[in-house]
T-cell receptor
Framework: DTGVSQDPRHKITKRGQNVTFRCDPI?????LYWYRQTLGQGPEFLTY????????KSRLLSDRFSAERPKGSFSTLEIQRTEQGDSAMYLC???????????FGPGTRLLVL | QKEVEQDPGPLSVPEGAIVSLNCTYS??????FMWYRQYSRKGPELLMY??SSGNKEDGRFTAQVDKSSKYISLFIRDSQPSDSATYLC?????????????WGLGTSLAVNP
């Protein structure tokens, strides 16, 4: 499968715990995006990378959230001290520099109890 | 006012019907327009991508962009039960490196056999 992959697909955690999600983009894509989606809403932009550089972060991304893309390939999104309001689907997308089209992974569904 | 408005539905049609889905937007700088289909608990899947104004057809799907009215549409001909999903419009402007997508809420479509 050469699409965007995300791991894990589902995560249940207790409030206050840390969680980390991984995204593997399409191999030749140099842009990688993270979005958050709650039920009945469109995806909300969180942050994006061009290669290993994090070029923009949304105001939605509090200090508890951190994202990395150390070698310009896969990316991780970590949430520290999770809160119930963090429960959502976390989506990763990738695109090739010269294109606007973003291809999405299946998402990681997070439930914070 | 949200940058992108989309009626969340739900929209219910009989199999074989023509479906019309619409979004309006307020930012005249948007140049790239996309329609994504999202099945329950899955990531969005790109259906159609249009640059600037005009029509684009792909099989049973036709995307229309009217920049003068700030209005985009997706038509589905001969709708099938497998088309039952949420349809999200998304758009972006060219602004240097900032190419994050701005999304509608999504329209939930049910095609009844």
């Amino acid at each position: 499968d050469t699409g965007v992959s995300q791991d894990p697909r589902h995560k249940i955690t207790k409030r206050g715990q840390n969680v980390t999600f991984r995204c593997d983009p399409i191999s030749e894509h140099n842009r990688l995006y993270w979005y958050r989606q709650t039920l009945g809403q469109g995806p909300e932009f969180l942050t994006y990378f061009q290669n290993e550089a994090q070029l923009e972060k949304s105001r939605l991304l509090s200090d508890r959230f951190s994202a990395e893309r150390p070698k310009g390939s896969f990316s991780t999104l970590e949430i520290q001290r999770t809160e119930q309001g963090d429960s959502a689907m976390y989506l990763c997308a990738s695109s090739f520099l010269a294109q606007e089209t973003q291809y999405f992974g299946p998402g990681t569904r997070l439930l914070v109890l | 006012q949200k940058e992108v408005e989309q009626d969340p539905g739900p929209l219910s049609v009989p199999e074989g019907a023509i479906v019309s889905l619409n979004c309006t937007y307020s930012n005249s700088a948007f140049q790239y327009f996309m329609w994504y289909r999202q099945y329950s608990r899955k990531g969005p899947e790109l259906l159609m991508y249009t640059y600037s104004s005009g029509n684009k057809e792909d099989g049973r799907f036709t995307a229309q962009v009217d920049k003068s009215s700030k209005y985009i549409s997706l038509f589905i001909r001969d709708s099938q039960p497998s088309d039952s999903a949420t349809y999200l419009c998304a758009m972006s402007e060219y602004a240097g490196n900032n190419r994050k997508l701005i999304w509608g809420l999504g329209t939930s479509l049910a095609v009844n056999p």
